[in-house]
Structure formats: C-alpha cells, structure tokens
C-alpha cells in the first residue's frame, strides 16, 4: 500500500513538472521580451474604430505625425529612448523612457524618464496592446476612447537597420 501511495505521488509530481515545463498558448509565445528588444523606426500610424482626425495627441507629445519616423531604442534592461525627427511643426526631440511587456496581457507599457527621476520613482505612463512582433516588425496598438468605445492608434514599426 505505501509503494502505491509513493509511486502515485511520484506520478503526480512528474506531471506537474513536466505541465509548468510546457509552453503555453501559442499567441503569446512571439510576444516576448526578446522580440521587442533593439532599434526600431516607427514608419506608419493608422487607427481602428477612429478617424484620424480625432486624434490631436500621441503620448501627451504633441501630433501623432510628429512620431511618423521616429526611432525607438529598447536595451533588454528596460531602459529606452525615442527620438522624434523634428520638421514642419514638430520638434526634434529624445524622450528617455523605461519599458516592459507582458506577453500574458499581451501588452506593451513605458513610462517617460525625465532628468533627474528614477523609474521607480515615476508612477504614471502609457500601456498598449503589443499586437504582434516577430523580431523585424512590430504592431502597437494605443487605446484611446472615443464615443462610448474603445478605438486604438496603430503603429507599425520596423526594425532598423545596424
């Protein structure tokens, strides 16, 4: 009787190392960290559920048409930075940031870093619906309300060339 009880219990331990050991769903799996990790350039903006017209601000920055072109750097450490290329009525710009995803919400958040501040210390920012990554483009979808639903800014990047 007890050999039955070990070796059930050993049974039972093995399944569940072997289930915390298998990859979960297979939508989050290209969402990860490493994914997202480098140079980017933001080449296109679009919308969903708005017209752009709508739209007077991106990240509390000024006109969205200021980021088209802008490059985003993301160090595996968290730390980035986007810099706006500036021209027409838009100022060239490098905003610190520090980043993170959630591959299990399946988003992507980042918090401006001002002269002076630490990360930790900064407890407002922006989170988006990290819609897709492969490592050479990516889909960020920005939510903001309009009507009595959510729509989103999409911007699709690219990854820049080294």
């Known amino acids: 009787m ?56 991106l990240f509390d920055e000024g006109s969205y048409t200021c980021f088209k072109g802008s490059t985003w750097s993301l160090t ?9 290329p500036g021209g027409g009525e838009c100022t060239a710009k490098t905003q610190k940031i520090y980043w993170s995803v959630s591959p299990a919400d399946e988003t992507f958040q980042f918090k401006k870093i001002f002269e002076g501040e630490k990360a930790k210390n900064v407890t ?3 989170r988006s619906v990290l819609s897709s990554t492969d490592g050479n483009s990516m889909v960020i979808k920005s939510p903001v ?3 009595a639903k959510t ?6 990047f690219t990854k820049a060339a080294k």
């Open 124 to 126: 407002s920012g922006y």
């Open 2 to 57: 007890k050999r039955i009880l070990l070796i059930a219990a050993i049974l039972c331990s093995s399944l569940m190392v072997l289930q915390s050991c298998s990859p979960k769903g297979g939508a989050t799996q290209s969402l990860k960290k490493g994914n997202v990790t480098g140079n980017w350039v933001l080449n296109d903006i679009t919308f969903e559920g708005l017209p752009q017209s709508a739209v007077k601000s």
């Open 76 to 84: 595996n450490s968290g730390n980035g930075s986007y810099t706006l």
């Open 151 to 156: 729509a989103y800014i999409v911007l699709n």
């Open 145 to 147: 309300e309009y009507g």
